[in-house]
C-alpha cells in the first residue's frame, strides 16, 4: 500500500508537468509531453516567434467541437479589473490570470495571460453593479473579454495565436451570426477574414466556492502578430513586415490627412485608423496610408490606368470577395455603409490587404436609417459617390463590378456557401451541438431562438423558415429574401 507521501508525490506530478510544459497536451491515455493532437500533424514547440503553430489552427478553431475555456484570477486580480472597468469603462488595461483549454480528454494551460474588457456599445461589467468588489455569489453578467498570451515578457503564444477575443452573443438569440459570417468567408476563400468558433467560458476567482459558468462564447482571432505569421507560412502575404491598421468609426479611405491615423489609447485618442503593429514607426505608416489614399484620387475613374494602379497596390480580388460576402450577409456597419469595422494590412511593398471584422449585426439585424438588409440592391449597399473613394474607384472598373456581381450569384447557388437549404443544415447542426451548454450562471441568453436582435428594424426576419418578403410585415426568410434582390448575373 502506498504511503500518504507516495501518493501526494504521485498526484502532484501530472499538474507540475503541466506547469512546466503549459501549451502541451495532457491526456486520460497518453503521457504528459506526448505532443501528437488526433487527427494533426505532430505538435513541435515553435521558435522565438511562434512560427509553426499555425498549423495547429484547425484543431482551435474547430467547429465541430465546444471546447472549455477557464479564466482562473486571484480574488485581488478580479478586483483589479472591476477597478479598472468602473475608472474607464473603455479601458484596455490587461489584468493577470491563468488560461486552461480542455477539449475533449486534452488540456492546454498558460499561467499568465493577459484578461481584459472589450466591446463598444457592448462593453459591460461582467459582475456586480459600479463600485462594487467582488464577492462569492455576487450577481454576474455577460460581457466581451480579451485575451493576450504574450502580455508578461515570457508569455507564448496559444496554437500560434498571440490574441484571442472571447465575445458573448450579444443580441442574437441564434448563437450563429457572426460565427456563419466567419465560417462563410473561409469557404469562399476570404483568408485575411478572422477565424472563429464557440467555447464554454467558466470564471474561477481564486477562493471562492464555484468557478462562474458563463455559458457558449465565441472564440474570435484578433488579428495582430499571430494573424501576420499564420498567413505569412500560408503564402497569403509576401511578408509580415508591413503594417497593420485596425479601421474605426471614420474611416473611409477617402482623406488622405494623417491627422485620422494614429495609436488610440485610454487617455481619449481616438483614431479612425487606428495603428497595431510597428507603433514606434507610426510615422512612416502614416505616409503609406496616406499616399494609398493621394495616388488613388486623381486616377479617372473606370480608366486603365486606374485598374493597373489597382492591381498593383491592392489585392483586388480579396476585396470583391470580402465584399461579395458581406453584402450578401447584410453587413451594414461595414466600411462600405457605415465606414467601421475592419482591419487592412500594407506589406512591405506597401500592397493593401482587406481584413473584414465584427460580424454580429448580420443576417437580418440591421438599423432602418442603413436600409432594409435583406431587399437592398447590392450594388447600391453604401454610397459610391462623395467619401468612399476606394469602394467608387473599384466598383467603376466593369471588370471588378461584373466580378462581384459573379460571386454574389457564386454564394447563392451553392449549398456549401449562401444557398438557403445548405445554410439552414449548417445552422441547425451549430446550434444542436452548443444548445446543451447555452444554459449559464448569469441567467441571460438562456434560450436560442429564431430571430434577429430586439432592436432589428426587420424582426420579422427568420434563418429557418420563412419565404421571401421585408422581414418588417411578415416572418420572412433572410437567405432566400436576399437572393431574390440579385441584380441579373449578366448585367
Known sequence: MYSKRLLYILCLVPLLMMACRPDEPVTDNTKPGNDTVPGEEPYYPPDSSGADRHRNYDFLFDLDAVPEVTLTLTEDEWNRYLTNFDNNPNNGIYVWGQWTFRKGDLIYTRDSVGVRARGNTSRRRPEGDNGQSHRDGADWHHAHFGIKFTESVTGERFFGVDRLILKWFNNDPTYVRE???????????????????????????????????????????????????????????????????????????????????????????????NLKTKKSKLTEAQNILSAFISEMRPLASGSDEL????????????????????????????????????????????????????????????????????TKDP?????????????????????????????????????????????????????????????????EDCVIEDRPAGWSSCGKYRLLSGEIGDGKNHESNFFRTKINSLPDSEE
Open 179 to 273: 460565427i456563419y459570417c466567419y465560417d462563410l468567408f473561409r469557404r469562399f476563400g476570404v483568408w485575411s477574414a478572422p477565424r472563429a468558433s464557440y467555447c464554454r467560458l467558466t470564471i474561477h476567482i481564486q477562493g471562492d466556492t464555484h468557478p462562474v459558468y458563463m455559458g457558449v462564447y465565441e472564440m474570435i482571432e484578433n488579428p495582430r502578430k499571430g494573424w501576420l505569421d499564420a498567413r505569412f507560412h500560408a503564402g497569403q502575404i509576401p511578408d509580415k513586415d508591413g503594417f497593420l491598421w485596425k479601421a474605426q468609426w471614420g474611416a473611409d479611405l477617402s482623406d488622405a490627412s494623417t491627422s485620422k491615423m494614429g495609436i488610440s489609447d485610454d487617455e481619449g485618442h481616438y483614431f479612425a485608423y
Open 307 to 374: 485598374q493597373a494602379w489597382l492591381e498593383q497596390h491592392m489585392d483586388v480580388d480579396l476585396f470583391l470577395r470580402a465584399y461579395a460576402v458581406s453584402v450578401m450577409t447584410g453587413m451594414w456597419d461595414d466600411y462600405w455603409c457605415n465606414q467601421n469595422n475592419y482591419f487592412f494590412y500594407f506589406d512591405a511593398s506597401r500592397r493593401f490587404y482587406f481584413i473584414p471584422f465584427d460580424y454580429d449585426n448580420t443576417l437580418g439585424t440591421a438599423q432602418d436609417n442603413y436600409g432594409n438588409p435583406g
Open 379 to 443: 450594388l447600391n449597399w453604401g454610397p459610391l459617390d462623395g467619401n468612399r473613394l476606394l469602394m467608387r474607384k473599384v466598383m467603376s472598373i466593369a471588370e471588378y463590378k461584373q466580378r462581384y456581381i459573379d460571386y454574389l450569384h457564386m454564394l447563392a447557388e451553392d449549398d456549401e456557401l449562401f444557398a438557403p437549404e445548405g445554410s439552414a443544415a449548417r445552422i441547425r447542426r451549430w446550434q444542436e451541438m452548443i444548445e446543451p451548454y447555452v444554459d449559464n450562471d448569469t441567467g
